[in-house]
């Protein structure tokens, strides 16, 4: 299973947007996906996850304003993304859990600007 994460934009502070990551290959539905992100001189931080049973988890600074969910029957996991702040740009990436971490392919990501 590959995945693209797309949806990106500039939006305003306050704003929303809902990213996609879009999955190709099969057993889609089994697998622990994660959103991730990676500012500008900054480490890749992992924002949300989402179990095969639809359990998520988030990270604290994006509680109660992001929500992972995913949509088997399309293969993909949505990220809605509300109330928007500057500290949220970055370049957004999906990816799978394999067990002992993210799969090595990272796909291209999908970048989120939020202007002051």
């Known amino acids: 299973v590959q995945l693209q994460a797309s949806g990106g934009g500039l939006v305003q502070t306050g704003g929303s947007l809902r990213l996609s990551c879009a999955a190709s290959?099969?057993?889609?539905?089994?697998?622990?996906i994660l959103w991730y992100r990676q500012a500008p001189g900054k480490q890749r931080e992992l924002v949300a996850t989402v179990t095969s049973s639809g359990s998520t988890k988030y990270v604290d600074s994006v509680k109660g304003r992001f929500t992972i969910s995913r949509d088997n029957a399309k293969n993909t996991v949505y990220l809605q993304m509300n109330s928007l702040k500057p500290e949220d740009t970055a370049v957004y990436y999906c990816?799978?859990?394999?067990?002992?971490?993210?799969?090595?392919?990272w796909g291209q990501g999908t970048q989120v600007t939020v202007s002051s």
């Open positions: 290959g099969n057993l889609f539905s089994i697998h622990t």
């Open positions: 990816n799978k859990w394999t067990g002992t971490g993210p799969a090595d392919y």
